[in-house]
Nanobody
Framework: QVQLVESGGGLVQAGGSRTLSCAAS????????MGWYRQAPGKQRELVAT???????NYADSVKGRFTISRNNTRNTMYLQMNSLKAEDTAVYYC???????????????WGQGTQVTVSS
């Protein structure tokens, strides 16, 4: 019933910029913390950035100063602005969110299908 869909991935040259989007749809009462993860070839999935419902953001050391996470609660959409991209940023990027579907329900984690970001030299 609840769905997260990422978009904005693709090819980008090193040093360039790109913005990813994550749109939540379906029966949603409220959205708590949201975040971006990525998984590079042969590597474990790692946390990139998080955005709590209270407006607190956190970033992995590898992207700090280059990436910016934001969210538009009216549109139920989260963004990841990526600047000064490096080859090591190449990965499949996934969005995740804690969502409450009704006031009487608990919180559950939802994941998108992922979007490929490839940084070339």
């Amino acid at each position: 019933q609840v769905q997260l869909v990422e978009s904005g991935g693709g090819l980008v040259q090193a040093g360039g910029s790109r913005t990813l989007s994550c749109a939540a749809s379906g029966s949603i009462f409220s959205i708590g913390a949201m975040g971006w993860y990525r998984q590079a070839p042969g590597k474990q999935r790692e946390l990139v950035a998080t955005f709590t419902s209270g407006g607190i953001t956190n970033y992995a050391d590898s992207v700090k100063g280059r990436f910016t996470i934001s969210r538009n609660n009216t549109r139920n959409t989260m963004y990841l602005q990526m600047n000064s991209l490096k080859a090591e940023d190449t990965a499949v990027y996934y969005c995740t969110a804690k969502i409450r579907r009704a006031v009487s329900d608990g919180w559950f984690d939802y994941w998108g299908q992922g979007t490929q970001v490839t940084v070339s030299s």
